[in-house]
């Protein structure tokens, strides 16, 4: 199975790179293949709805480090979405890649796929995280997708407040457990 791991952070030592990591290590001892994006490092330009993609069949009109994306995505059997909660949703630079999806609406809904969603943020109430649980949860129900699973690792501001945790031994076991 090839499974692309796809992060919002722009904190390559922070929170949900460490989940990102241990998730990814647990995939690749189980023998699958692992492709990552790191949105927040890479250049995507937001989509504006100007349906170009549609229209004339021929993709998004930006020219940019979603056409990378695009690759893995339409190859992988299961995408792993990683992004801290800064303000009650999936952050701006994992949205802005996942509004991008649009340009292959048609390749991607019905497309024999998994997904799984590993969250970080600060705050110590499940709350914080419910709207990108939701945002998440519409996304793989409208993708025809199979939700593989959820790690929500409450509490984790900086990196020294998640290593002692469970979250990243969680992360690792989805990882390590996610089946083709």
Known sequence: MHILVITGSAHTNGTSFCL???FTKGAKEAG?????????????????GCDSCRE?????????????LNRLLLDADA????????????NAQIKTVIDRFYANNSLLKGAEKK??????????????????????????????WE??????????????????TDYPRQAYELGRGIES
């Open 32 to 48: 699958h293949s692992v492709s990552r994006f790191d949105a927040a490092l890479k250049k995507v330009h937001p989509c504006t």
């Open 20 to 22: 990102a990591d241990h």
């Open 147 to 164: 939700d593989a699973g959820i790690v929500s690792a409450r509490g984790c501001y900086v990196l020294d407040d998640i290593i002692h």
């Open 79 to 90: 995408v792993a979405f990683v992004s801290p909660i800064y303000y009650y949703g999936m």
């Open 56 to 68: 004339t069949g021929r993709g998004c009109v930006f020219k940019d480090d979603m056409e990378e």
């Open 115 to 144: 997904a799984v969603l590993l969250l970080t943020y600060g705050d110590e109430t499940d709350e914080s995280a419910e709207g990108a649980v939701a945002s998440y949860k519409g996304m793989v129900t409208y993708l025809e």
